[in-house]
């Protein structure tokens, strides 16, 4: 097993005060964050297309160029306090790779919890 660390780290936050640990907003700490998207974006070769799953249903776009080599999963998340945030995970040569991004929706556009009770 290898044990190889780099020197910067991606933090997925997360508030271990109850039984589960919860994810929270990595702007401002809150721990009630809603789901707002996830998206998966086609590996390079001749994989093509877009998932998107949102507030407003699934969405497939075949036709979308691959953005890097491997299969890129994007969860886009909002706390109660509007922040937008989301981590990608990048598959590429059996390493996944996950940073932290503002998600892929475009600027001004609200987000929406996909599911709520």
Not at 20 to 35: K, Q
């Amino acid at each position: 097993m290898r044990t190889h660390q780099s020197a910067r780290r991606e933090t997925v936050p997360l508030d271990f005060s109850e039984n589960e640990p919860r994810l929270v907003c990595p702007v401002c700490g809150d721990n009630y964050v809603h789901p707002t998207g996830i998206v998966c974006l086609p590996p390079g070769g001749d994989g093509r297309g877009v998932l998107r799953v949102d507030a407003d249903g699934v969405h497939l776009n075949p036709v979308v160029e691959p953005t890097a080599r491997g299969v890129t999963i994007v969860l886009e998340f909002v706390c109660e306090q509007s922040h937008a945030f989301a981590f990608r995970l990048q598959f590429l040569k059996g390493h996944t790779y996950v940073a932290r991004t503002d998600g892929l929706k475009a600027a001004g556009v609200p987000a929406n919890t996909i599911w709520r009770n």
